[in-house]
C-alpha cells in the first residue's frame, strides 16, 4: 500500500513512521511520500526517517515532494496534517486572543476560530486534488481543528475522510487501567465534538464500571484528567471531561495563567522546532543525529503540554503515566488496517453525525465510538446528551458552521458571527476586534478586512 502524508515535513511524522516500521502484517504500508511547501523542512525529516529505518531491510521506501498532485497519485491513504501559516502564526493566534482577555489556544476559541479560518479554504482545496487525482484513496485527517477541518473535506469527500483525535483515546486508556482492566477489553461511553467530549461510562464485561471511580476521591485525583478538574467537579458531572473542557470550565482562571505566562505555547513550540530543524537540517549529518535530536525535542515538548492549566489546577508537573498520549499514531494505523485489509475494529472518530446526535444535523462531524470495516466507519448510537453538554456541543458547532460559512463566502459578517457565537468570546464588540486584529496579521485572511 502507498501512504502520503501532507504536511510530511511537520514534527510529528516520525510518530506515524516509527508505527509503520512495528507493523509486519500482510497489506502494511510499502511506500511512503512526504509532502510539503517547506523543502528544508522536508529534507530534515527525511532524515529523521532514514535515521529510524537503518537496519531495518523491509522499511517503508520514503520520497519526498513539494509537488502536491506527485505526491497524490497512486495513494491509497492520505493523512492530512498539514498547518497554515505554521507555528508563527499559531503564536499570532494566541497573542491577538489574550490582548483581548480571551483564549487563543489553536482549537478552542478564539484561537481556533482563526485558525480554522485560515485551514478551511485549504483543506478543501485539498479534498478537491484528491477527489481529482486519488478518488479511491481513503483521507484520515490530523489537521486541526480537527472536527471543522474533517466536516470541510467532507463536503467534497463524503464519507471518504475520517478525522482521527489521540485525546479520547489516552483518556478511556488511563481510566481502564486504574479501573484494573485492559484498555482493549473496554467498551468507552464516550460522545462529543473534537475536544468537546465527555467519557460517560466504561463497560467491563458489560457492566459499566465509571461510578466505582467516581466514587473514590484518591482514585480519581490519581490521573491527568482527574487532577486538573478536581474529584468534587467530576463527581458533580457524572462524567470524565476530555482535557480540553478545562479551558471551557476554569475558562477565567486559564486565560489569567496563559496573559501572565512567559510566552505562549505557539510562541514556545515555534522557538522549539526552530532550533530542532536547524540541527536535523545541517549539511553532511551524522547518522543517528536528526533523529536523536528529534526524540530530545519530543520528551520537552510532551513534558510541557497544557502546563498552565496544571498550573491553575495547581498539580506540578506531568507524572510519568501522563506522558503517554493515546497515541494518534496508533489510532490512524489502526483505522487504516481496518478498513484497508477489512480487519473490524472500535475506535472514536471524527466522522458524519447521520443521526448519531439528534441535536445535530446529519452532516455536522462528531466524535464518537464507531465500527470500522472495509466500507468505512460507522457512527455507533448513543444515549442523549444531558443539557449542559447540549449547550456546549450546539454552540461551538454553531460557531463552526459559521467559520465555514465564512471561509467560503469570504464575508467579514460571518467571520464575526463566527467567534460572537462562540462560548468563549463574550463580546461581539472583542468579535469584530478580534477579526480585524488577524485580518492584519495573516496574509490569507485578507479578505475580511
Same mark, same amino acid.
Given at each position: ?100 482577555? !480571551? ?16 485551514? !478551511? ?61 485492559? %484498555? ?98 545541517? %549539511?553532511?549529518? !551524522? ?98 446528551? %444531558? ?28 467571520? !464575526? ?5 462562540? %462560548? ?26
Amino acid at each position: 500500500m502507498r501512504l502520503t502524508i501532507l504536511g510530511g515535513g511537520g514534527f510529528r511524522v516520525p510518530l506515524v513512521y516509527g508505527a509503520l516500521l512495528g507493523d509486519r502484517a500482510e497489506g502494511r504500508v510499502s511506500h511512503v511520500t512526504l509532502y510539503d511547501e517547506d523543502s528544508a523542512r522536508l529534507r530534515a525529516m527525511a532524515r529523521v526517517l532514514a535515521d529510524q529505518a537503518a537496519g531495518i531491510a523491509d522499511a517503508p521506501a520514503v520520497t519526498a515532494t513539494t509537488d502536491l498532485d506527485e505526491a497524490l497519485r497512486g495513494a491509497d491513504f492520505v493523512f492530512s496534517a498539514i498547518r497554515v501559516g505554521g507555528l508563527e502564526g499559531r503564536a499570532a493566534d494566541e497573542r491577538i486572543a489574550l490582548a483581548e482577555g !480571551v483564549l487563543g489556544q489553536e482549537t478552542v476559541g478564539a484561537g481556533g476560530i482563526a485558525y480554522g479560518l485560515r485551514t !478551511v479554504p485549504v483543506a478543501r482545496e485539498i479534498a478537491r486534488r484528491v477527489a481529482r487525482t486519488a478518488p479511491d484513496a481513503w483521507v484520515i485527517n490530523f489537521t486541526n481543528p480537527a472536527g471543522v477541518v474533517t466536516e470541510a473535506m467532507a463536503e467534497e469527500l463524503g464519507d471518504r475522510v475520517i478525522g482521527i483525535c489521540d485525546s479520547p483515546v489516552g483518556l478511556g486508556r488511563r481510566i481502564a487501567r486504574l479501573l484494573g482492566a485492559r %484498555p482493549e477489553d473496554a467498551w468507552i461511553d464516550y460522545v462529543g465534538l473534537n475536544h468537546l467530549g465527555w467519557v460517560r461510562g466504561l463497560r467491563i464485561g458489560g457492566r459499566d464500571e465509571l461510578p466505582r471511580l467516581l466514587a473514590d476521591a484518591r482514585a480519581l485525583e490519581s490521573f491527568e484528567e482527574g487532577r486538573l478538574f478536581g474529584a468534587e467537579w467530576l463527581r458533580s458531572l457524572g462524567a470524565i471531561p476530555n482535557e480540553y473542557l478545562h479551558y471551557y470550565y476554569f475558562n477565567r482562571d486559564t486565560v489569567r495563567a496563559y496573559q501572565e505566562a512567559e510566552q505562549t505555547r505557539g510562541a514556545f513550540l515555534r522557538d522549539q522546532q526552530r532550533g530542532f530543524y536547524a540541527e536535523a537540517g545541517r %549539511p553532511d549529518p !551524522v547518522p543517528g543525529a536528526a533523529l536523536a535530536a528529534w526524540d530530545r525535542t519530543r520528551a520537552e515538548r510532551e513534558a510541557t503540554y497544557m502546563s498552565e492549566n496544571r498550573e491553575v489546577a495547581g498539580v506540578g508537573a506531568r507524572e510519568e503515566s501522563d506522558l503517554e498520549s493515546g497515541g494518534y499514531e496508533k489510532v490512524a494505523l489502526a483505522l487504516m488496517r481496518a478498513i484497508a485489509r477489512d480487519e473490524r475494529a472500535t475506535l472514536i472518530l471524527n466522522v458524519r453525525n447521520r443521526g448519531t446526535l439528534s441535536v445535530l444535523d446529519a452532516e455536522a462531524v462528531i466524535e464518537v465510538p464507531c465500527l470500522v470495516d472495509a466500507n468505512g466507519a460507522h457512527p455507533v448510537a448513543v444515549d442523549p446528551l %444531558p443539557l449542559h453538554a447540549v449547550g456546549l456541543v450546539t454552540s461551538v458547532k454553531a460557531a463552526e458552521r459559521e467559520v465555514l460559512a465564512a471561509a467560503a463566502s469570504g464575508s467579514r459578517a460571518d467571520a !464575526v458571527k463566527a467567534f460572537a457565537l462562540h %462560548p468563549l468570546v463574550d463580546s461581539v464588540g472583542v468579535a469584530r476586534r478580534l477579526v480585524t486584529g488577524y485580518a492584519a496579521e495573516h496574509p490569507g485572511l485578507g479578505y475580511l478586512r
